[in-house]
């Protein structure tokens, strides 16, 4: 990579919008501060943060499924209750944003702003009403399901597996996705099936975002998003994140590079245009040692993280510049995109 598109990427860093849809921190905040630390975020991830020039995080909760269904509620309940004590111990550096000018805020201000996400409702069981609580909790972005079944809809598998007939959206999967429309929440369909995929493009009225997805046609998973999907998803006005798992962004670990992921930006740019790309780069170099054997099971292959940390964004942001894309285009997909979907779905 040439010095001057690396000089240039800095540039850019330092005075974008630039914001992560999706980022699984908040599990491992949750396990530290319970061994009694505390700003773990201040301590462990804002340099990082800092080092890309992040303003925005889309902070994930996920609940693995070995506390499921019985621990669902509490575990998401105790990440969430994390982040809001971080913030109380860090106000000068952290935000929980709730609406856009929350965002312009905490740029403003020189903090990073965080927007609560569930990663899949299993969290809610089937009490609709507990999506409300999620709101009034911060929670903007919703993922209906991770990959494996739960009372809205089927996840999408990593690889194949022994299983009677898959479904799409249940019917408490339609009011989930009214009552989100209502409060002003995005709906992510990131690790949805097929199926359930088309039933939210049918009952959606509000841009969708897919959080955490690449191309499919450029690597054959079904975590992936076909061009059908691209396009259906633009058509909402929506946005897709770039997902920097190695097993989501070629089919070999050689070929999983950031120029690798750069071709699915490329893909999707080339279906429906620069204006539906953003970052959703699912790090989880981190996190690895607090995913359960049976999870692991599931992946075609052990993935590692193809961009290594926020700190060194720019070497994605360069990579765009050097291929011929503007610091408009780099600007949008750093962020801009993102956040007119946000302001267009949030009340």
Known sequence: MEKHWEEAAGRIHARALVADAHFDLLMDVEIQRKRGRTR??????????????????????????????????RKAL?????????????????MICRTMQ???????????GFVLSLEGVEPIGD???????????????????????????????YSKVKEGKEGGLTAFGVQILEEAARLGIAIDVSHINDSGFWDVIAFSEKPVIASHSNARSITDSSRNLTDEQIRAIAATNGVIGLNAASMFTADTDERSTIAGLVDHA???????GVEHVCLGLDLCDPFMKYISPETIARFPRVPFDVVKGHGQLAALTAELLQRGYSESDAEKILGKNLMRVFASVWK
Do not use: C
């Open 40 to 73: 773990v975020i201040e301590s462990d991830y804002l340099p990082e943060f800092v080092r890309g020039g992040v303003k925005t995080i889309v902070a994930a909760v996920f609940v693995e499924s070995e506390f499921l269904p019985e621990m669902g509620l």
């Open 78 to 94: 105790n990440q969430i209750t994390a982040l809001h004590a971080e913030v109380a111990e860090s106000p000068d550096r952290l």
């Open 102 to 112: 929350d965002v312009e805020r905490a740029v403003a201000e020189n903090k990073l």
């Open 127 to 157: 009490d609709l009403t507990l999506v409300r609580t999620f709101y009034e909790l911060g929670v903007r972005s919703i993922g209906l399901t991770w990959s494996r079944r739960n009372y809205a809809a089927d996840g999408s598998h």
């Open 266 to 272: 490329e893909h999707i740019i080339k279906l429906v």
